[in-house]
């Protein structure tokens, strides 16, 4: 929580006493690109608050961002709610009936789009939004719902809000509190339909301050953003954490290939990176894993625990100046960590910090501290200051029971759902996370899965699927894995690497390429199985050939593959 009685938990706050602390410091931009500075971004902000005020947006009305990472994506935001608006952050890579059924259900006042995503709302049977503005400056065509570009909003706004300040005029801003609605986010879950998260002031504010205390950070560092800022791992880490404490924001653009961003990494230098675990784990497995396989000495020495440190120290270096050189700390959340790809991780002394969270509580609820050595591999370290945890229902053989969080950054509830709301934040509130886990003597919190997910066998013994796949995941010509129950047997179905597999097949026929794939998932089988309880064990893996349908984290939705046949 942050110090001091003249703290006000508000985005509006953050944002203003920014500006007073940096200035002239960059602030947010395009990567490679000259930064907004503070003050910049502060007028910004005012002038196109003023602006939406004008066009008649009141206290309480809802405004939709659907649209890409860029610093106007942040731009508009924080303009929405300076003047006392609700922001609804859509995922980009949200289907069309998804879009419109939340534009449905909001009836927001205003969108801001791009090119790429304004086809989803030119057949909406709702009514469409009053105002619709491309921060890409994309202009539609005649005949279809006129748009504004963001750019002629912008200057125009710019030039009205400095006529008026220039003659004394002071612009009154609607008078905004702690807990004052400031998101309604759409969940990407894993366990069905999406629910609408409603986040206030104080749940976004307290959380990226709570943040803020898990690492020293200088004014100045650079925080690379390479995730949808419309999910709110990104938006309280990536983006209001590094205003609060006047970090530099450098927007990566759309999802970048490992070659541009290293590119990337390589003119910015970030200090601080928000990934989900894919990113490492692809790393680990396409330019760490053949590195060491090609070469006979390295996977001798791997086989020795002295050896195996070295060879990590040594492509951990290399890891880091694939980040620029200059990265203190990669947070990495949103789904779990390979439990391999961790080991690799702490021997090639790569500074990470693993975190966990949700929607629900905007979004941390553990992750270190930086450098606390009492950090269990395989935990996500301890709870975030002002959060408190404890797990309820403990199976009293394993201790693993209902994660359950309480602190300022628990929602406010869900939208039009007071039913699902008092169900899962109890009378004191205890938000019931539906995660199971543990906590450890020291206090660090580990995740073993979700609550629906568990498989029940039918000699009663409870299996974490999660769990298994992190075993299936770690081969390096597997992509992804899912486990599931069918007529009381474990089935596993397995997404391949057909690039790797295609370089290792290179010059075969077809059914030799079809039998050495063959081969793979049953040796993938027998090894699995050979580490794992009998009742736990694998009775077929198949393979799937497409990948599964995943949520924003690429987190796979279960739900979709409850009843999964081998039709697949």
Same mark, same amino acid.
């Given at each position: ?18 500006? *007073? ?11 490679? *690109? ?5 003050? *910049? ?84 049977? #709702? ?11 994309? %202009? ?54 999406? +629910? ?9 504010? #307290? ?150 969270? %949700? ?22 370290? +301890? ?14 053989? #394993? ?42 003597? %020291? ?37 992804? #894995? ?29 059914? %030799? ?56």
């Amino acid at each position: 929580m942050a110090d001091g009685p003249d703290v006000r938990m508000t985005l509006n706050y953050v944002i203003d006493s920014s500006k *007073e602390k940096y200035g002239d410091l960059g602030a947010v931009g395009m990567a490679m *690109e000259r930064p907004v500075t503070y003050e *910049e971004l502060h007028e910004r902000i005012c002038a196109l608050a003023a602006g939406l005020m004008e066009k008649g947006l009141s206290k309480g009305d809802r405004v939709a961002i659907l649209a890409e990472n860029s610093h106007h994506w942040g731009t508009a935001y924080l303009a929405v709610v300076r003047c006392g608006g609700v922001g609804v952050p859509i995922l980009p890579d949200l289907p069309e009936a998804d879009v419109h059924h939340i534009l449905g259900e909001m009836k927001v006042k205003a969108i801001f789009t791009t090119q790429r995503q304004i086809d989803k709302i030119y057949d909406l049977r #709702s009514e469409r939004p009053e105002i619709v503005i491309t921060l890409d400056d994309f %202009q539609s065509a005649k005949g279809l719902p006129a748009t504004v570009k963001f750019s002629d909003y912008l200057e125009t706004a710019l030039a009205d809000y400095r006529e008026r300040t220039h003659t004394g005029e002071v612009v009154e801003f609607p008078e905004v509190g702690e807990d004052d609605l400031a998101s309604i986010l759409y969940t990407s879950g894993t366990s069905g339909f999406s +629910k609408a998260v409603m986040l206030s002031h104080r749940n976004l504010t #307290s959380n990226a301050y709570g943040a803020s205390r898990l690492m020293d950070i200088p004014v100045g560092s650079v925080f690379l953003s390479i995730l949808p800022m419309s999910h709110t791992y990104e938006f309280t880490t990536g983006f209001i954490l590094p205003l609060l404490i006047g970090g530099r924001i450098a927007y990566a653009g759309k999802t970048p290939t490992p070659a541009i961003l290293q590119n990337l990494c390589k003119h910015e230098k970030p200090y601080v990176i928000f990934a989900v675990p894919l990113v490492l784990e692809k790393i680990y497995k396409k330019r760490v894993l053949p590195n060491i396989e090609k070469s006979r000495l390295l996977r001798l020495l791997c086989k020795f625990r002295r050896g195996r440190r070295l060879v990590h120290k040594k492509a951990g270096a290399k890891l880091t100046e694939f980040f620029g050189g200059n990265l203190a700390m990669m947070g990495i959340g949103g789904a779990s960590l390979n439990p391999e790809v961790e080991q690799f991780l702490v021997e090639a002394e790569f500074p990470y910090l693993v975190g966990y969270g %949700q929607t629900e509580t905007a979004p941390l609820i553990a992750g270190g501290p930086f450098g606390d050595t009492s950090i269990a591999i395989g935990s996500t370290g +301890k709870p975030l200051p002002g959060v408190e945890v404890k797990i309820e229902d403990i199976d009293t053989e #394993s201790g693993i029971g209902e994660i359950h969080a309480r602190g300022p950054n628990v929602m406010l509830g869900y939208y039009n759902d007071e039913e699902t709301t008092a169900a899962t934040i109890g009378p004191e509130g205890w938000l019931a996370t539906g995660d199971l886990g543990l906590l450890d003597e %020291q206090g660090n919190l580990h995740i073993k899965g979700r609550c629906k997910n568990i498989i029940v066998m039918a000699s009663g013994e409870n299996i974490y699927p999660e769990a298994i796949e992190h075993k299936i995941n770690a081969y390096p010509w597997v992509v992804e #894995s899912l486990v599931v129950e069918d007529n009381g047997k474990l089935n596993a179905w397995v997404y391949p690497d057909y690039e790797y597999i295609d370089e290792l097949t290179a010059g075969q026929m077809r059914t %030799q390429r079809r039998e050495y794939l063959d081969g793979l998932l049953d040796d993938l089988r027998r090894e699995v199985n050979a580490g794992l309880a009998t009742t736990s064990r694998l009775a077929e893996v198949f393979e799937r050939r497409e990948p599964f349908i995943k949520t924003a984290t690429h987190k796979i939705k279960r739900y979709l593959y409850d009843r999964y046949a081998k039709i697949a």
